[in-house]
Protein backbone atom coordinates (compact mmCIF):
# COMPACT_ATOMS: atom_id res chain seq x y z
CA UNK A 1 0.00 0.00 0.00
CA UNK A 2 1.04 3.55 -0.96
CA UNK A 3 -0.02 5.85 2.16
CA UNK A 4 2.11 9.00 0.35
CA UNK A 5 -0.43 11.54 1.61
CA UNK A 6 0.17 13.62 -1.75
CA UNK A 7 -1.02 10.95 -4.20
CA UNK A 8 -4.59 10.42 -2.08
CA UNK A 9 -4.83 13.59 -0.64
CA UNK A 10 -4.75 12.51 3.09
CA UNK A 11 -3.65 14.10 5.80
CA UNK A 12 -0.95 12.26 7.68
CA UNK A 13 -2.35 11.51 11.16
CA UNK A 14 0.03 12.44 13.90
CA UNK A 15 1.41 9.16 15.69
CA UNK A 16 -0.04 9.07 19.47
CA UNK A 17 2.44 8.35 22.19
CA UNK A 18 1.01 7.49 25.74
CA UNK A 19 2.34 10.01 27.69
CA UNK A 20 1.77 8.03 30.91
CA UNK A 21 4.42 5.56 29.72
CA UNK A 22 7.47 6.23 32.04
CA UNK A 23 10.94 4.96 30.83
CA UNK A 24 11.97 1.84 32.58
CA UNK A 25 8.13 1.14 33.86
CA UNK A 26 8.25 -2.29 32.77
CA UNK A 27 11.72 -3.13 34.30
CA UNK A 28 11.02 -1.45 37.49
CA UNK A 29 7.98 -3.69 37.42
CA UNK A 30 9.70 -6.38 36.60
CA UNK A 31 12.13 -5.45 39.51
CA UNK A 32 8.57 -5.54 42.42
CA UNK A 33 7.44 -9.06 41.53
CA UNK A 34 10.61 -10.38 41.74
CA UNK A 35 10.90 -8.74 45.17
CA UNK A 36 6.84 -9.73 45.81
CA UNK A 37 8.40 -13.57 44.37
CA UNK A 38 11.73 -13.74 46.26
CA UNK A 39 9.88 -12.54 49.76
CA UNK A 40 6.70 -14.85 49.34
CA UNK A 41 8.44 -18.09 48.47
CA UNK A 42 12.23 -17.57 48.92
CA UNK A 43 11.63 -15.84 52.26
CA UNK A 44 14.48 -16.38 54.73
CA UNK A 45 14.50 -18.52 57.52
CA UNK A 46 16.59 -16.59 59.95
CA UNK A 47 14.77 -13.37 60.98
CA UNK A 48 16.47 -10.59 62.90
CA UNK A 49 15.02 -7.25 64.74
CA UNK A 50 16.93 -4.88 66.29
CA UNK A 51 15.26 -1.53 67.56
CA UNK A 52 16.73 1.64 68.42
CA UNK A 53 17.07 3.63 71.68
CA UNK A 54 13.96 4.80 72.47
CA UNK A 55 12.10 2.61 70.27
CA UNK A 56 9.23 -0.01 70.97
CA UNK A 57 7.88 -2.18 68.21
CA UNK A 58 5.18 -5.15 68.41
CA UNK A 59 6.42 -8.10 66.43
CA UNK A 60 4.24 -10.91 65.20
CA UNK A 61 5.81 -14.31 65.27
CA UNK A 62 4.46 -17.01 63.06
CA UNK A 63 2.52 -18.43 65.55
CA UNK A 64 0.91 -15.17 65.89
CA UNK A 65 2.29 -14.70 69.32
CA UNK A 66 3.49 -11.37 69.55
CA UNK A 67 6.98 -9.65 70.72
CA UNK A 68 7.12 -5.99 72.63
CA UNK A 69 10.84 -5.14 71.56
CA UNK A 70 11.63 -2.80 74.07
CA UNK A 71 14.15 0.39 72.79
CA UNK A 72 17.78 -1.28 72.19
CA UNK A 73 16.89 -4.53 72.04
CA UNK A 74 17.88 -7.38 69.32
CA UNK A 75 15.43 -10.42 68.23
CA UNK A 76 16.09 -13.38 66.07
CA UNK A 77 15.06 -16.11 65.25
CA UNK A 78 14.40 -19.03 62.65
CA UNK A 79 11.24 -20.00 61.46
CA UNK A 80 12.05 -23.59 60.08
CA UNK A 81 10.08 -25.60 61.83
CA UNK A 82 8.79 -22.93 63.88
CA UNK A 83 5.40 -24.71 64.99
CA UNK A 84 7.59 -27.62 66.63
CA UNK A 85 10.72 -25.48 67.47
CA UNK A 86 9.48 -21.90 68.91
CA UNK A 87 13.27 -21.17 69.60
CA UNK A 88 14.42 -17.36 69.86
CA UNK A 89 17.22 -15.40 70.93
CA UNK A 90 17.17 -12.34 72.94
CA UNK A 91 19.46 -9.65 74.12
CA UNK A 92 17.43 -6.33 75.65
CA UNK A 93 14.23 -6.60 77.17
CA UNK A 94 10.94 -7.87 75.54
CA UNK A 95 7.25 -8.55 76.52
CA UNK A 96 5.65 -12.03 75.32
CA UNK A 97 2.06 -12.73 74.51
CA UNK A 98 2.47 -16.93 73.62
CA UNK A 99 -0.09 -18.35 71.87
CA UNK A 100 -0.35 -21.93 72.95
CA UNK A 101 1.34 -25.13 71.25
CA UNK A 102 4.84 -26.20 71.76
CA UNK A 103 7.20 -25.36 74.20
CA UNK A 104 8.25 -21.73 73.60
CA UNK A 105 12.08 -20.84 74.46
CA UNK A 106 13.55 -17.41 74.93
CA UNK A 107 17.63 -17.78 75.02
CA UNK A 108 19.35 -15.28 76.54
CA UNK A 109 23.50 -14.57 77.29
CA UNK A 110 22.30 -15.58 80.90
CA UNK A 111 19.72 -18.11 80.60
CA UNK A 112 16.71 -19.49 79.26
CA UNK A 113 12.90 -18.96 79.21
CA UNK A 114 10.38 -21.61 78.94
CA UNK A 115 6.49 -21.43 78.24
CA UNK A 116 4.25 -22.79 76.95
CA UNK A 117 1.16 -20.37 76.53
CA UNK A 118 1.73 -17.71 78.71
CA UNK A 119 2.17 -13.43 79.20
CA UNK A 120 5.78 -12.66 80.34
CA UNK A 121 8.49 -10.33 80.10
CA UNK A 122 12.46 -10.81 80.42
CA UNK A 123 15.03 -8.63 80.60
CA UNK A 124 18.60 -9.32 79.93
CA UNK A 125 21.38 -6.69 79.72
CA UNK A 126 25.28 -7.63 79.98
CA UNK A 127 25.13 -9.69 83.24
CA UNK A 128 21.41 -9.31 84.60
CA UNK A 129 18.61 -11.32 84.04
CA UNK A 130 14.95 -10.33 85.13
CA UNK A 131 12.19 -12.46 83.98
CA UNK A 132 8.32 -11.61 85.18
CA UNK A 133 5.42 -14.22 84.98
CA UNK A 134 2.30 -12.28 84.11
CA UNK A 135 -0.20 -15.36 83.25
CA UNK A 136 0.40 -18.74 82.86
CA UNK A 137 3.51 -20.87 84.38
CA UNK A 138 7.04 -20.14 83.38
CA UNK A 139 10.38 -22.13 84.02
CA UNK A 140 13.87 -19.74 84.32
CA UNK A 141 17.46 -21.21 83.72
CA UNK A 142 20.59 -20.08 84.49
CA UNK A 143 23.51 -22.56 84.59
CA UNK A 144 22.43 -25.22 86.63
CA UNK A 145 20.25 -23.54 88.67
CA UNK A 146 16.14 -23.66 87.72
CA UNK A 147 12.90 -22.25 89.04
CA UNK A 148 8.84 -21.87 87.64
CA UNK A 149 6.97 -19.24 87.83
CA UNK A 150 3.70 -18.82 88.62
CA UNK A 151 1.46 -15.44 87.72
CA UNK A 152 2.55 -12.61 89.38
CA UNK A 153 5.91 -14.03 90.31
CA UNK A 154 9.59 -13.38 88.88
CA UNK A 155 12.92 -14.64 88.85
CA UNK A 156 16.42 -12.62 88.99
CA UNK A 157 19.80 -13.10 89.02
CA UNK A 158 21.77 -11.28 92.16
CA UNK A 159 24.85 -10.07 92.17
CA UNK A 160 26.72 -13.71 92.92
CA UNK A 161 24.76 -15.71 90.12
CA UNK A 162 22.79 -16.83 92.37
CA UNK A 163 18.89 -17.24 90.47
CA UNK A 164 16.18 -15.70 92.98
CA UNK A 165 12.21 -15.96 92.68
CA UNK A 166 10.06 -13.76 94.41
CA UNK A 167 6.42 -12.63 94.12
CA UNK A 168 5.56 -9.48 92.51
CA UNK A 169 3.21 -8.80 95.70
CA UNK A 170 6.08 -8.59 97.96
CA UNK A 171 7.87 -6.42 95.85
CA UNK A 172 5.51 -3.73 95.96
CA UNK A 173 4.74 -4.43 100.33
Known amino acids: HNYDTAETGAKALPILKNKFLIPGLGIAAAAVLLAIFTFVFLMPDNIKIETLDSIHLD ?12 AASTLELDTTNWSSNRTLYLTGEAFFDVTEGSTFKVNTDQGEVKVLGTTFNVFQRE ?35 TLIKDSIRNRNS
Open 59 to 70: YPLPDQSIVTLN
Open 127 to 161: DRLKVACYTGKVEVSHQKQKVILNPVEYAYLDLKG
